[in-house]
């Protein structure tokens, strides 16, 4: 069969085996991975089953070619139809060569069988189906068969079947051509792989094939050594004979006279038995090299022995001792087939456990092993040797951070799969991240209805299994290896403790997962979920920025910072970082957050409407952080500010308002019903508030909305030191305006706005300032001062915001924007 590779099986007695078949996808792809890969792929040779039903028989008719799978029944026969006369050829070519100066007629006809058989075996080979050393698929086209044949061993095979009996005679019985005859024991790497095979056959014992692989070796050597011994005795003339080997031989009184005449059993007993004896080193000078080419021959003999000597004894020895690799192996399998023969184990579970017990055996694959008492440091520079190459170009990690990667990288662990296999089903937990390295995956779609569909492949540098882990939820797609894979694994549990420290870098894996372009297809039905997960992770990171500001770590809130987070960013409750800082009193996270660029002005909107980081810090008392912040220009803004007021005034809290009224919010705010804190503090008798509030420029003239001021409020509440409080109020603030009625300073007080020269629908026309008026008792008024205000003709009216036209000043609210317009406008 030449060098085509051959499957093998660890048989058991419970299997049936043919070829898994795997449709071709693409080229074969070359490994980047060097003289490893190749050799796993080279050496490792495997059967996969399937039920009886798929069992190929006979030639296979595969786009109307005709090609043999190796494990065709009676292609096997004639694998060891062939085994027969590979061992006949490799005995008989050396006695060929020495002893026979052309051969008997029978015997002629015999080597013709022979080789007529070989020739037809070369011709099968054309028409066999192999496996790629590389994909570990099974190749049926017809062109990569014959091109890999006549590349491998096919003009070797051609020539050992040629009658070089019949040329020898034809030319002349020239000695020179029957050197060629040596080119026939090419056949014994048949008789070398049969033996292979049967040492690993658990049905046979190993210590039998051990021995029989020994004494085939040694029987082999010593025949081919004693066929050279006797050709050199018998090359030179007769009346040269005493000065060979068997010229000098005595046995006793006997000596050998006409050597070449006697039986040709004897002749070869003879010469075995020189051969031997020169091998065991154990004769006592009766048996010697005469002549200078016996001389040569057997010190290069001689030498060979020292070294084929060794490896019998050794292999005795280990035979003894017990501990080889292949006997382990052996033992190894022999207890997984008992285990799964009593557990009843279904037939894919039992290959994939055969399959990959081969894979350890064939390919030395115990690098956990070879590296466990090495240190962490060397290790670490190993993986990343071996592995950063891969990774980098692994797309979910595109623009991650390098110190991300490499901590990715010695994580790393590396395993094989065989085509056919499954890596992830459907459905399933996944707690492994897979990237590929070499070879060809296949993502399947399992509908409802049981139908498999091809969702997309996955060739090297891909990931599989980062949806399932980084969305937590149940793995989309199966997995299925389409040719022999190398891929790389990460467990679930140590890329999340990456994950905590190099936030950054799992923002920016969700978002290459979602915008990936081998993913969009993919995950198009996913997205969803994979956008609440980067809302998610996004909302975690905030917490833990917010975490370290509340409590005061700056040196882990930089390091966060530093590796990317957003300290704008906000939590489930609206805080941001400086919220937190100014609300805590960290005076130092509050300045390195300032100069971080954070808007100080910043509004938390959820259960705290509208709080910004400087009335944090008022409401905590923290009054060196509240000044930090006016400092760098921040201002008390407060959405709702009569409410807020209301109830700081309801609470009693005099300090949180001296604080807030020194920061310039407006006293005389209103609420909902149009109520300013000094009529609630009036209302409630709560002289220091008033006082307070009073001292802060509330006005007591203001009217809620059913018209009642604070004087009124206080003297429904009878505290006579208020209600003089308030009256002094009323007198000192009626006496800043001599020339107006207190009517008139009540609505004056009370209501102000803002008039603007311009329609306010109208985007046209170029925007201008307004001027701000005092509402008067009438329209008219409003209408007649804004007009001289803004040069408007005397025809015009008032409209609100909403383009309504207002025609009583009892419609117009405090601070109300207006818009003076001509009425033919």
Known sequence: MGDVIRTEIIRDDSSDSVDYEVDDLRDKIKSSRGSRFELI?????????????????????LSKTLVI????????AWTKFILIWALYSSFFTPLEFAFFRGLPENLFILDIAGQLAFLLDIILQFFLAYRDSQTYRMVYKRTPIALKYLKSSFIIDLLSCLPWDIIYKASGRKEEVRYLLWIRLCRVRKVIEFLNN?????????LFTRIVKLIAVELYCTHTAACIFYYLATTLPPEKEGYTWIGSLKLGDYSYSDFREIDLWLRYTTSLYFAIITMATVGYGDIHAVNLREMIFVMIYVSFDMILGA?????????????????????????????????RLGRDIRDQIKGHLRLQYESSYTEAA???????????KISQTLYLP?????????????EFINQIVIRLHEEFFLPGEVVLEQGNVVDQLYFVCHGVLEEVGVGEDGMEDTVSYLEPNSSFG?????CNIPQPYTVRVCELCRVLRIDKQSFANILEIYFYDGRKILTNLLEGKDSNIRVKQLESDITFHIAKHEAELALRVNSAAYHGDLYQLKGFIRAGADPKKTDYDGRSPLHLAASRGYEDITIFLIQGGVDIQQKRYFYNFGNTPLLEALKNGHDRVASLLVNEGASLSIDDAGCFLCKAVVRGDTDFLKRVLSNGIDPNSKDYDHRTPLHVAASEGLYLMAKLLLEAGASVFMRDRWGSTPLDEGRRCGNKNLIKLLEDAKSSQLSEFPLRSEGMLD?????????????????????????MLWIPHTIEELIKSAAEQLGFPSDCCILSEDAGKIIDVDMISDSQKLYLVSETH
């Open 747 to 771: 609505k004056k007080l009370l209501r102000k706005c803002t008039v603007y020269p311009f329609h306010p629908w109208d985007t046209s026309v170029h925007r201008s300032h307004g001027i």
């Open 41 to 61: 792929a080279n050496q490792l040779q495997r059967r996969r089953y399937f039920s009886r039903q798929n069992v190929i028989t006979g030639f296979r008719d």
């Open 370 to 380: 070879v590296l466990q008492d090495i240190p962490v440091s060397i290790r670490s």
């Open 311 to 343: 490896y019998l004894i050794g292999n005795m020895t280990a035979l003894i001792v017990k501990g080889s690799k292949t006997e382990k192996f052996r033992d190894k399998m022999a207890d997984v087939i008992k285990y799964m023969n009593r557990n």
């Open 69 to 76: 799978h190796p494990d065709n029944r009676w292609y096997r």
């Open 198 to 206: 049967m040492e690993k056959d658990t049905r046979i014992n190993y």
């Open 390 to 402: 891969y990774i980098e170009k692994v797309y979910l990690f595109k623009g991650c951070s390098s």
């Open 466 to 470: 980062e949806i399932s882990i980084l």
